[in-house]
């Protein structure tokens, strides 16, 4: 459970058709693919999933941008894996972030920053329960 991480490749990632090529990215980094389907998160599902930021002043413009078109969420194994991938995306605003990330490479802005990993372990675990059942991830 600890070697697992979950992430979206957000709608902007899907729009400008980066999705091959952060999948590229995400395995060749070493990240097994466990559970992986393009879906849409409907209005009530972005609100229960950002429910930690409700009160953010972001919040409204956060649940618009999350559900306007297709994601793709994923749960992804490695060592170590919720560090390892937000090292590998990078800093939450992609002007922030590290040359060769994930954000720095795909992201337009802090607000349509391309992808999504979990913050720890309990998350991770939290969060790929909402997407998929047990007989959805391999
Ligand atoms: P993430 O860290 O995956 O989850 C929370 C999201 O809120 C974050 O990505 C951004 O998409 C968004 N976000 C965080 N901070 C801001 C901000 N200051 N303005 C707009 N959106 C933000």
Same mark, same amino acid.
């Given at each position: 459970?600890?070697?697992?991480? @979950?992430?979206? =490749?957000?709608?902007?990632?899907?729009?400008?058709?980066? &999705?091959? /090529? +952060? !999948? $590229? %990215?995400?395995? *060749?980094?070493?990240?097994?693919?466990?559970?992986?389907?393009?879906?849409?998160?409907?209005?009530?599902?972005?609100?229960?999933?950002?429910?930690?930021?409700?009160?953010?002043?972001? @919040?409204?413009? =956060?649940?618009?941008?999350?559900?306007?078109?297709?994601? &793709?969420? /994923? +749960? !992804? $194994? %490695?060592?170590? *894996?919720?560090?390892?991938?937000?090292?590998?995306?990078?800093?939450?605003?992609?002007?922030?972030?590290?040359?060769?990330?994930?954000?720095?490479?795909?992201?337009?802005?802090?607000?349509?920053?391309?992808?999504?990993?979990?913050?720890?372990?309990?998350?991770?675990?939290?969060?790929?329960?909402?997407?998929?059942?047990?007989?959805?991830?391999?």
């Amino acid at each position: 459970r600890t070697d697992r991480t @979950f992430t979206m =490749l957000k709608p902007d990632s899907v729009e400008k058709g980066h &999705v091959g /090529a +952060i !999948l $590229e %990215k995400i395995t *060749a980094s070493g990240f097994r693919i466990v559970a992986m389907k393009l879906t849409q998160m409907t209005l009530a599902d972005a609100q229960e999933f950002y429910g930690v930021h409700k009160e953010r002043p972001f @919040f409204g413009e =956060l649940v618009e941008y999350m559900t306007r078109g297709p994601i &793709v969420a /994923a +749960i !992804l $194994e %490695k060592a170590n *894996a919720v560090e390892d991938f937000r090292t590998l995306i990078g800093a939450t605003n992609p002007a922030d972030a590290a040359e060769g990330t994930i954000r720095k490479m795909f992201a337009d802005s802090i607000s349509e920053n391309a992808v999504h990993g979990s913050d720890s372990d309990e998350n991770a675990a939290i969060e790929g329960a909402f997407h998929f059942s047990g007989r959805e991830m391999f």
